[in-house]
């Protein structure tokens, strides 16, 4: 642990929260490293949220941190620092200091997809990061416009050429179709918008014949009856759309998903981190945490971080296996 | 059509809380539009805490106010500073600028303060009537519509301003190229990244205006602060003169009309907007000459117009759930957060959040002008500030401003060295307008481009096989190529025609 009182941060921490900061700083002189675990937190919490404001991975940290700053006794604050997939904000959390007051959200794709894509000798791993706590598994749906002629996945990949949209290179999307068109030998152009909202806006105006995204992206127009969901990426069936076959089901094995988990810097003591691990668990339990999850599409995903770390190192070295099998090339990188 | 939602929806906005939160967010909208680089999306995402404990309506009032009035108060920097804060105010601040040299700064934002209070207004009573049916047009818009639309744009920026169409051709150039810095969007390859993330997905549009207009201005001008300052005459009234209401008011119209067509498209629509409105001006006016040395209608058309955009940019979200920018994306969540969907479903399941919404525009715009008016005397003093004075205090903000984008501090560094850039293009000659207007088409360009080559199977002549998009390369070919030649043959046959009376 860091003995020093006066780090940088704490400084620029402590002209947020000055008074605050200052009594965690007097802490630290007073009662030694130790002391200063025992009672964490002491002060006010930074929460990266490694993304743009407005998207699924900054609603879903603003409803966890909302609900875990009762259980933990003091104030989240977050802040937006997007760029690269998550890599910006999350390389910037692993440099900082690791004494638990410095959160992040972090996303499965950055682990287990941006591999086969970038190629930077400085990504960030999951070693990288002790897994707090693990929130949400979203499934891909695959969907074509309510006019579209395809009615079942058969239909889909027997056509003779097809456009499909996805929300950029190297998101689950993407790969997801990549596999499904690799596996069935479907001649299918991959088209990547920048972002799910345009892709989805472009299969409503009929540009495209079919995209793959995320339930919070396509479960309102698929309610409204302008999109038709023909399968899921998942292992089983989708508790929001139990009528849609897995694709699994269909006899593609294609098993992709998004999950979002809370991370703090791996050097961070277990104390602290126990702490974190048990308000975190706590606020998974809220019911307006609860009803947040129900109201965007986002089924659970709640394992403790053995667990975690073991899904997220098969799910990449999956995800490499079935885009060499299928002789992928995912953007340029790989 | 059935009016009790409507009027419903006006029993809504008069709620007191709901007035006063409409007021609260039109006044910090007014006062972040005006502090350069700090914009409405960054705003609303530091805000949004505060919304969790409010009700739905209020909440979305108050942060769709923010929006609005920070198209408002961005026009008083552009005007003023000649530092647009946002990409639809560009154009505003190339005639608004050279009104506040000859001192009329007041009148010109009484102006733009009066077509912003038009455009939004008619934007909204053309919404209200129409917004479900209009719908469809955003989706109408492919890859190959927007193609079009970006080329056209860029050549439009080349109607900008007053100097040589050369220099501007070359400043549009390098911002293009500007714009492909970050990761290939359809292959994921980096460009011109350094080997570093920061700049993996490109660089902001406020980052590159607050560094040519912002950092490059004040560093010019450093150069030249031992002459003596031109003195300002006099800052004007806010009313505008007869002459200059005369020549606004069909400016006014007109660009109203072309913001809320374009606004409806998500992607670019305020933008082109507000270049479309501008070029609109050039093309009728009895003397385009006038334009980029302080024309007034170059001020009023492009205001109507991106004020009847930030206006019609909402049927997307509120109709389609397809949020059409950046601060639109944030309005997105405020909404998920309060547990309604913006979608196909929200006029039916949620008529008072809608018609809510919708009508706290009307209030919030007349509130707006109501507060511009005795304000823009206020601000206008700021031009009586000693440069030594000024110029650090909007170095600051601007830094500010740029931070709050992604809370980064490498973007502050990217801006210093784009002022330094900036500072070369002035001291050369080349305008920093085209330069960031082509910058924010290009990537828009290329995307759309390069994605429907793709669905189109490498065919380019499906561009004119869609209607929608054979029709807008028309207009393109009437603009770029056809009305030019008309042009250049009319000046040579009225040079035949005087030369035998010549001796």
Redesign the interface.
């Known amino acids: 642990m860091n003995p020093r009182p006066f780090t940088r941060r704490g400084l620029l921490a402590g002209a947020a929260a000055a008074p605050v900061a200052a009594l965690a700083a007097c802490n630290g002189v007073q009662g030694g490293a130790d002391a200063a675990e025992d009672d964490f937190p002491t002060r006010a919490i930074d929460f990266t949220v490694p993304f743009d404001a407005g998207g699924s991975s900054d609603l879903l940290s603003r409803a966890v941190c909302l609900a875990a700053e009762e259980p933990l006794g003091q104030s989240i604050a977050l802040a937006n620092k997007p760029g690269a997939n998550g890599a910006v904000g999350l390389k910037e959390l692993v440099s900082g200091d690791a004494d638990g007051y410095t959160l992040a959200l972090a996303v499965k794709s950055l682990f287990a997809i941006t591999p086969l894509v970038v190629d930077d000798p400085d990504a960030v791993a999951i070693d990288d990061f002790r897994i707090i706590a693990t929130l949400t598994n979203e499934a891909y749906v695959l969907v074509v416009h309510a006019d579209s002629p395809y009615q079942s996945l058969e239909d889909l990949v027997a056509a003779p050429s097809l456009n499909y949209g996805t929300a950029g290179v190297g998101t689950g999307g993407q790969l997801s179709l990549a596999l499904l068109f690799g596996l069935a030998g479907t001649e299918a152009t991959d088209v990547p918008f920048d972002g799910g909202a345009p892709a989805v806006t472009a299969l409503l105006g009929q540009e495209i014949d079919v995209v793959s995204g995320s339930l919070a992206e396509t479960m309102p127009q698929i309610e409204a009856g302008a999109l038709r969901p023909l399968t899921v990426f998942s292992e089983e069936r989708n508790v929001f759309l139990q009528d849609a076959p897995t694709a699994t089901e269909a006899g593609y094995p294609v098993v992709v998903d998004q999950r979002r988990m809370v991370v703090a810097p791996s050097e961070v003591s277990d104390t602290v981190a126990g702490a974190l691990v048990l308000a975190f668990e706590e606020a998974r339990q809220d019911p307006d945490y609860q009803a947040f999850l129900q109201d965007n599409y986002m089924d659970v995903w709640e394992v403790d971080d053995v667990e975690a770390r073991a899904h997220l190192s098969e799910a990449a070295e999956l995800y490499a296996q079935n885009v060499a099998d299928v002789g992928l090339a995912l953007g340029d990188g790989s | 059509m059935d009016l009790s939602p409507v009027l419903t929806g006006f029993s809504v906005v008069f709620e007191p809380q709901n007035l006063l939160f409409c007021l609260l967010g039109v006044t910090i909208g007014m006062l972040i539009g005006v502090l350069p680089g700090l914009g409405p999306?960054?705003t609303?995402?530091i805000l949004?805490?505060i919304t969790?404990n409010l009700e739905p309506v209020a909440a979305v009032i108050m942060l769709a106010g923010i929006f609005y009035g920070a198209q408002y108060g961005g026009t008083i920097t552009s005007v003023l500073l000649k530092l647009p804060g946002e990409a639809s105010t560009v154009v505003t601040a190339i005639d608004g600028h050279q009104l506040a040299k000859r001192g009329e700064a007041g009148s010109a934002l009484g102006v733009a303060a009066i077509a912003s209070f038009i455009g939004g207004t008619a934007s909204i009573i053309l919404l209200s009537l129409v917004a479900p049916a209009l719908a469809g047009v955003?989706?109408?818009?492919?890859?190959?519509e927007y193609t079009v639309l970006a080329l056209i744009g860029i050549f439009l920026v080349g109607t900008l301003g007053s100097g040589s169409l050369i220099k501007s051709a070359a400043a549009a150039g390098a911002g293009l190229l500007l714009a492909t810095v970050g990761?290939?969007?359809?292959?994921?390859?980096?460009r011109f990244t350094f080997g570093t993330?920061?700049l993996?997905?490109g660089i902001d549009f406020v980052i590159v205006a607050m560094g040519l207009f912002g950092v490059g201005e004040i560093l010019y001008n450093l150069e030249h602060r031992d002459r003596p300052q031109a003195a300002v005459p006099a800052f004007g009234r806010a009313i505008p003169s007869r002459v200059q209401w005369l020549r606004s008011r069909l400016a006014i119209l007109r660009g109203s009309v072309v913001g809320f067509v374009l606004g409806i498209l998500?992607?670019g629509g305020a933008t082109m907007s507000s270049l479309v409105a501008y070029a609109v001006e050039k093309r009728s006016a009895k003397d385009p000459s006038r334009f980029g040395k302080g024309a007034i209608e170059g001020v009023a058309g492009p205001e109507a117009a991106n004020n009847a955009a930030a206006t019609s940019s909402f049927i997307?979200l509120l109709t389609?759930?397809?949020?059409a920018n950046?601060t639109m994306?944030?309005?997105?969540?405020?909404l998920?957060?309060q547990?309604i969907?913006?979608?196909?479903?929200l006029m039916t399941e949620h008529p008072d959040v809608f018609w809510g919404v919708v009508n706290s525009m009307y209030l919030g715009n007349l509130l707006l002008l109501a507060l511009s008016i005795p304000l823009i005397g206020v601000f206008v003093r700021m031009l009586k500030i000693r440069p030594g004075i000024l110029a650090p205090i909007t170095i600051v903000i601007t830094m500010l401003g740029v931070y709050s984008i992604?809370?980064?501090a490498f973007d502050m560094v990217l801006a210093v060295a784009l002022g330094l850039v900036g500072y070369a293009m002035r001291k050369l000659g080349f305008e920093p307008g085209p330069f960031v207007l082509a910058f924010v088409l290009g990537s828009l360009l290329e995307?759309s481009f390069r994605?429907s080559m793709?669905?189109f199977?490498g065919d380019v002549t499906e561009f004119v096989q869609r209607p929608l998009s054979a029709t807008l390369v028309g207009v393109l070919v009437l603009t770029v190529v056809i009305i030019p030649v008309l042009r250049v043959v009319r000046a040579r046959q009225v040079v035949r025609a005087a030369e035998p009376a010549e001796p």
């Open positions: 999306a960054a609303i995402a949004l805490p969790y955003a989706l109408a818009f492919g890859p190959a990761l290939d969007p359809l292959l994921g390859t980096p993330d920061q993996a997905d998500p992607g997307p389609l759930g397809i949020p950046a994306a944030v309005l997105f969540g405020a998920m957060l547990g969907t913006p979608g196909p479903a992604r809370n980064n995307g994605r793709r669905i199977g």
